[in-house]
C-alpha cells in the first residue's frame, strides 16, 4: 500500500457518503424514498468495501456509522450544557385550566395564550449534540445534569441524521445545535424484538420503553443497530447560530435539517383547542405505532418561555398531561402453561373477556411462577387488568377483598403437560423447563423458529400448519420438512393444490442458506442471529465448529462463559450433529457468509504495537481473526498493516522503512469495528 490514494477514489467515497447520508433521510425521515433498498445496500457495501481497503479516509460521520462502531468497555458521561429538565404533571382538565391561569398571570396578560401541543411519547430521552452539522455526541438524560455518551448506539437509529440535511432551506447550518428527542420502539418492532428473545431464551423486555432503554445502553453498538429503535425531536438544548421566534418555527426549522418530528403536533392552539386536542389524541392513542402516554402542551412564543423561565425541576411554560391508565376488571378462570422452543414453561392467565380502551382482552402472560406468588394471583380471583401502553396486557393485581374462598392457589406442573416428562430446574434460574427433545410442544416452537422469516424463511409454514403436520405425524424433526410431498400437505385443512404448490416451492427455495442463518435456524440456546453471525464469521463452515476448541471463542466479544458451554454441547451431542446430518443430506446447500456490510480482513497480515487505550491486545487480535486476518509478530514486506498503539517500539521504523501502511487505533476500530 502507498500513502498516495488516487483523488478519484476520495471523490467516490464522498459521493456515496453524501447520497447514502441524503437517500437515508429521504426514506427514513421524509418518508419518500428515490432508490430501492438493494440499491441502498449496494451503495452502502461499496462503501464499506472503499473504507477498509482505504482505513486512513475512515470517518465518524460516515453512514457506516449505522450497523455499529466497536463495542465498548463502559460508556464515558458528559455533562449537559443546559440541564435537561423533566415536565410538571396536570390530571384533569381543571389543571390544564390552572396551568394557562398561570401562565396569564405570569405573563400579565388577559389575552389568549398560543400554545404547541405534541403527544407525549412513552421512550427515552436523549441529546444529540450537532457541530458545524455534525453529530458529535448523542448522550442519554442520566441525572438531567450529566447523561451518559452513547453516541456510537444513536448512530445506528436510522432516524438520527449523521450529517445535519438542508431541504428547501438555504440557512446556514448553526455552528452548534444541541437537540432533544424521544427514543422510542414501535409496539410493531417490539413484539418481533421479544419473539426473538424468547426464541433464544433470553429475558423479555416488559414494554417498549424497557426495550428502548435496554437496546441504547448496549456497550457493543451492532447489537443496538439490530434494534428497532425510532427518534423523535421535541426541542433543543444550547443553540449558536439560529434565531427562532416560536416552538412551532423551531420544529419547522429542525424539520428542514433532517431531523424527525412528531406529525401529530398542532401549532397555535388556545387552551380550549388544546383540551379539545387531548380528547382527540386520547382516541388516537391505540392507532398510533408507538407507545404514547399523554399530552405535552408548550407556549409556542419564545419570548414568552423567556420570561417565564424555569424551576429547578421543570420549565414554567410546559407541562404534561397524562392519559388515565385504562384498567379493568376481570376474572382468572384459569391458568394454562405454555411449553417454549426451549422448553421453557410460560404460565398464561385465561380471563374473562373484558373490554379495555376498546379491545377485547382475554389472555394475560404472568412471565414466571415468582410473578404470581409475588402478586398472589389464584384460580378465580378477580383481578385489575391494564393496557396502560403496552399491547400485551397486564395483571396488575388481585382485589383480595372479593374472594369467596374458593379461589386456587397455583402451581407449576411438575410434568410438563405435553409430555408428562418430569420438569427440571437450572440452578440459578427461574424457569422451569421441560427437557424432553421430543416433547410435540417443544418440537412445534423449534420448528416453527426453524422455517421463521430471518432462519430457514419457509413462506407459508406458520403456526397453525405446523400443528397440523406435527400432530398428525408427518413432521417431527427440521429434516421432515425437506420430505413434506405435495399430497400429504393437500390433505391437510384449508390447504388447497395451489397453497401446496406454493410452500413446495418455498421449502425448495429455502434449501440454499447462509451459514449463519443455519447455525440461527438450530435454536441452540442463546445463539441469536448476533451471535450466528459471529459464528459464522469466524468458522466458516460447519466441519470447523464441529472441530473447534471452544476456549477461544470465551474470549470473543459478546460470547460468555455460558454461550460457549451452550455451543459446544450442542455440538458434541451425537443427536443433535445427527439431526444436522440429516438436513443436509436433505439437499440444504450453506453457502459461505455474504459480505453483507461486513468487511473482511481475508488474508490481510497485521502487526500490533504498542499499548491500545480502549482494548487488549488479545481483543485486537481476536477482532481480526474473526474478520480472517492473520497476526504476525515481525514486520516483513509480507505484513499488510501495522497497528500503531501508545509508545510503539523499533517495528514503526521498519514498517516506515519498508513502506508498510501504518494505522492508528482509531483506524483500527473503524475496519474491524463493523
Ligand atoms: S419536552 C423541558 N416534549 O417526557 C421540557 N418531552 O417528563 C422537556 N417527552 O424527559 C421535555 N414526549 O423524555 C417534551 N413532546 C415531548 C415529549 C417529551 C415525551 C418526555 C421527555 C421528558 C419527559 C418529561
Redesign the pocket.
Known amino acids: 500500500m502507498s500513502d498516495f490514494i488516487d483523488p478519484d477514489i476520495v471523490k467516490k467515497i464522498e459521493n456515496l457518503r453524501q447520497e447514502l447520508h441524503r437517500h437515508n433521510n429521504r426514506y427514513y425521515v421524509m418518508d419518500a424514498p428515490e432508490i430501492s433498498d438493494a440499491e441502498y445496500d449496494r451503495m452502502m457495501r461499496l462503501l464499506i468495501e472503499l473504507e477498509t481497503q482505504y482505513p486512513e479516509l475512515s470517518s465518524s460521520d460516515s453512514p457506516s456509522m449505522r450497523i455499529g462502531a466497536f463495542p465498548l468497555k463502559k460508556f464515558d458521561t458528559v455533562k449537559h450544557t443546559v440541564k435537561?429538565?423533566?415536565?410538571d404533571?396536570a390530571f384533569s382538565d381543571s389543571e390544564i385550566l390552572a396551568f394557562d391561569r398561570r401562565v396569564k398571570k405570569e405573563l400579565m396578560t388577559d389575552r389568549e395564550i398560543l400554545y404547541t401541543a405534541?403527544?407525549?411519547?412513552?421512550?427515552?430521552?436523549v441529546e444529540l449534540v450537532y457541530e458545524d452539522g455534525k453529530l458529535v455526541i448523542g448522550s442519554t438524560?442520566g441525572d438531567g445534569e450529566t447523561g451518559e455518551v452513547i453516541t456510537s448506539n444513536v448512530k445506528t437509529i436510522r432516524t438520527v441524521p449523521i450529517l445535519i440535511q438542508h431541504h428547501g432551506n438555504e440557512e446556514k447550518t448553526p455552528a452548534r445545535l444541541e437537540v432533544?428527542?424521544?427514543v422510542v420502539i414501535s409496539r410493531e418492532g417490539f413484539k418481533r424484538l421479544n419473539d426473538e428473545m424468547s426464541n433464544n431464551g433470553l429475558q423479555l423486555f416488559a414494554n417498549p420503553r424497557n426495550a428502548a432503554a435496554g437496546s441504547l445502553r448496549q456497550l457493543d453498538p451492532r447489537i443496538t443497530a439490530k434494534r428497532p429503535l425510532e427518534i423523535?425531536i421535541?426541542?433543543i438544548g444550547d443553540v449558536s447560530g439560529m434565531n427562532i421566534d416560536s416552538h412551532w418555527d423551531l420544529l419547522c426549522r429542525l424539520k428542514s435539517f433532517g431531523f424527525r418530528i412528531?406529525p401529530h403536533?398542532t401549532q397555535k392552539i388556545t387552551i380550549a383547542g388544546v383540551i379539545k386536542y387531548f380528547r382527540e389524541l386520547e382516541e388516537k392513542r391505540y392507532g398510533l405505532p408507538y407507545d404514547?402516554d399523554g399530552m405535552?402542551i408548550?407556549v409556542d412564543s419564545i419570548e414568552s418561555q423567556v420570561q417565564l423561565g424555569?424551576t429547578a425541576r421543570?420549565?414554567r411554560w410546559?407541562i404534561?398531561c397524562k392519559f388515565k391508565a385504562i384498567q379493568e376488571t376481570t376474572r382468572v378462570l384459569k391458568i394454562e402453561v405454555q411449553v417454549g422452543r426451549t422448553g421453557t414453561l410460560t404460565p398464561v392467565a385465561h380471563l374473562e373477556t373484558v373490554n379495555i380502551g376498546g379491545v377485547n382482552v382475554n389472555r394475560a402472560t404472568l412471565h414466571n411462577v415468582d410473578e404470581i406468588r409475588r402478586k398472589d394471583i389464584r384460580i378465580g380471583d378477580t383481578v385489575l387488568v391494564q393496557r396502560a401502553g403496552d399491547v400485551i396486557p397486564e395483571i396488575v393485581k388481585a382485589i383480595d377483598t372479593v374472594r369467596t374462598g374458593r379461589e386456587k392457589i397455583f402451581t407449576m406442573p411438575a410434568f410438563c403437560p405435553f409430555c408428562n416428562t418430569p420438569v427440571e430446574q437450572d440452578e440459578g434460574e427461574a424457569a422451569i423447563r421441560c427437557i424432553n427433545d421430543t416433547c410435540p410442544a417443544k418440537v412445534k416452537a423449534q420448528i416453527e423458529h426453524f422455517a421463521s422469516k430471518r432462519a430457514f424463511n419457509i413462506d407459508g409454514l406458520g403456526e397453525k400448519l405446523i400443528n397440523q403436520l406435527v400432530d398428525r405425524g408427518y413432521l417431527s424433526s427440521f429434516a421432515d420438512i425437506f420430505c413434506l410431498d405435495k399430497e400429504k400437505i393437500e390433505s391437510l385443512e384449508n390447504m388447497g393444490v395451489k397453497s401446496a404448490e406454493n410452500l413446495s416451492e418455498s421449502i425448495e427455495k429455502s434449501k440454499k442458506i447462509s451459514f449463519s442463518r443455519f447455525l440461527y435456524a438450530l435454536g441452540i440456546r442463546h445463539v441469536g442471529e448476533h451471535i450466528a453471525e459471529i459464528l459464522a464469521s469466524k468458522y466458516g463452515c460447519l466441519e470447523n465448529l464441529y472441530d473447534a476448541k471452544y476456549d477461544d471463542l470465551k474470549d470473543v466479544n459478546g460470547i460468555g462463559p455460558v454461550l460457549t458451554q451452550s455451543i459446544s454441547e450442542f455440538f458434541m451431542n451425537k443427536e443433535n450433529r445427527k439431526r444436522v446430518d440429516q438436513i443436509l443430506r436433505c439437499g440444504v446447500n450453506i453457502y459461505p457468509e455474504e459480505a453483507i456490510l461486513k468487511p473482511t480482513l481475508d488474508g490481510k497480515v497485521f502487526v500490533l504495537t504498542g499499548t491500545l487505550e480502549t482494548m487488549t491486545r488479545s481483543e485486537a487480535v481476536q477482532k481480526i481473526r474473526i474478520l480472517g486476518g492473520r497476526i504476525s509478530e515481525s514486520v516483513s514486506k509480507k505484513t499488510d498493516l501495522v497497528v500503531a498503539g501508545q509508545s510503539p517500539g523499533s517495528k514503526i521504523e521498519r514498517a516506515r522503512a519498508l513502506g508498510v501502511h501504518i494505522i492508528d487505533e482509531e483506524g483500527f476500530k473503524k475496519i474491524t469495528g463493523a
Open positions: 435537561m429538565l423533566s415536565l404533571n405534541e403527544p407525549k411519547m412513552d421512550g427515552v430521552a438524560r432533544r428527542g424521544e423523535f421535541y426541542g412528531n403536533i404514547i405535552v408548550k424555569t421543570s420549565p410546559a404534561a
